[in-house]
Each structure stands twice: as C-alpha cells, then as structure tokens.
C-alpha cells in the first residue's frame, strides 16, 4: 500500500486546510483503520483522528470539535478537515493505513500555523 499525502501548507490562526491521502496499491478490504497523525519538532508522533472501516472516528482531545476525518471509499483517498486553526497546532502530518500484516506510512506533509 502506497500512501500519498497532501495538501499542507502555510495559514493563519483560525484558518482552515484540508489534507488529503490518496492510497494505491494492497487490496482495499485489508485496510481496516486509517488515520492522521502529527509530530512537531522535538516532539513525537501523536495521534490526530482515525477513521475505521465501519466508519466510526475517534479525535485527539485537541483537535475535537475543530478537526473532522472522513474517507472517499471510491477513491480510496482519506481526508482531514482542519478548522479554527491554533499555532500549536503546527507540525508535520502524516496518513497512515492499519492491515493485519503491517502499519503503511505517508511521507508527511507540513501544517504551519501563524499568529
């Protein structure tokens, strides 16, 4: 499975951004959960929202209410609907996809937040 985030970029607070991740290749019924992911510098990889394959969403405490995950079955391609944007929220994003054999990871695109 290839993952292909993007969609990142450069906004001031309280702006918005979608992410995207287009995923190609595997077969689509071994993904079973996919989901969003942050790392800000000097920080680790936390997690952002997840989305499973009967379409039930969990949310980071930080991001509830302002961020919204969802998935285009048709074409295989994750989303990640960012409001009310804060500056903590800068860092890296990444998309990822759960099979029972292993965790695939996108190459990461970057969210910058200004004040």
């Keep these: 499975v290839q993952l292909q985030a993007s969609g990142g ?14 995923a190609s290749g595997g077969s689509r019924g071994s993904i079973y959960v996919r989901g969003w992911y942050r790392q800000a510098p000097g920080n680790q990889r936390d997690l952002v ?4 394959a009967g379409g039930t969403t969990n ?8 961020f919204t995950i969802s998935r285009d079955i ?14 903590e929220d800068t860092a890296v994003y990444y998309c990822n996809a759960v099979t029972k054999a292993r965790t695939y990871w996108g190459q990461g695109t970057l969210v910058t937040v200004s004040s």
Aim: proline content about 2%.
């Design 9 to 22: 970029g450069l906004v001031q607070a309280g702006g918005s951004l979608r992410l995207s991740c287009a």
């Design 49 to 52: 929202a997840t989305i499973d």
């Design 59 to 66: 949310y980071a405490d930080a991001v509830k209410g302002r």
């Design 74 to 87: 048709k074409k295989n391609t994750l989303y990640l609907q960012m409001n009310s944007l804060k500056p």
